[in-house]
C-alpha cells in the first residue's frame, strides 16, 4: 500500500509560481502512474496532471494548464512534483495527488492512495 503526502500549498499573487511535493511510503511506487488533481470549493475533483509510471517517459495535462504547469518524478526519492508558473486565480484549490496502475490514465475513479491535499490559493 502506498501513503501519500502532498506539501507545497500556500497563497500567491497572480503570475506567481509555486511548486508542489507528493512524497510517498513504499517501494514500489516507482511502478504507478502518478496524478495530480485539484479540486475547488462546489466543484467536482479534476484532473490536472499525470506522469507515467517507471521513468516518467510521458506526461499529460488539462488544457487549462499546459505551457504553465510541469510534473516530475524522482523515483530516487519517492517523490513526484508538480511546477505551476504563471498562477492564475482560478488554479486556486486543494490539489492532491493519486496513484494508479493504468499509465495515461485521467479517470479519478482509477486513482488511488489519495494525500490530504494542500491548499493553494492565488490571490492579490
Known amino acids: 500500500q502506498v501513503q501519500l503526502v502532498e506539501s507545497g500549498g500556500g497563497l500567491v499573487q497572480p503570475g506567481g509560481s509555486l511548486r508542489l511535493s507528493c512524497a510517498a511510503s513504499?517501494?514500489?511506487?516507482?511502478?504507478?502512474?502518478v496524478g495530480w488533481f485539484r479540486q475547488a470549493p462546489g466543484k467536482e475533483r479534476e484532473f490536472v496532471a499525470g506522469?507515467?509510471?517507471?521513468?516518467?517517459?510521458?506526461?499529460y495535462y488539462t488544457d487549462s494548464v499546459k505551457d504553465r504547469f510541469t510534473i516530475s518524478r524522482d523515483n530516487a526519492k519517492n517523490t513526484v512534483y508538480l511546477q505551476m508558473n504563471s498562477l492564475k486565480p482560478e488554479d486556486t484549490a486543494v490539489y492532491y495527488c493519486?496513484?494508479?496502475?493504468?499509465?495515461?490514465?485521467?479517470?479519478?475513479?482509477?486513482?488511488?492512495?489519495w494525500g490530504q491535499g494542500t491548499q493553494v490559493t492565488v490571490s492579490s
Open positions: 506522469i507515467t509510471s517507471w521513468t516518467g517517459a510521458r506526461t
Open positions: 493519486a496513484v494508479s496502475a493504468v499509465d495515461g490514465t485521467r479517470n479519478v475513479n482509477f486513482f488511488g492512495s
Open positions: 513504499g517501494s514500489i511506487f516507482s511502478s504507478y502512474s
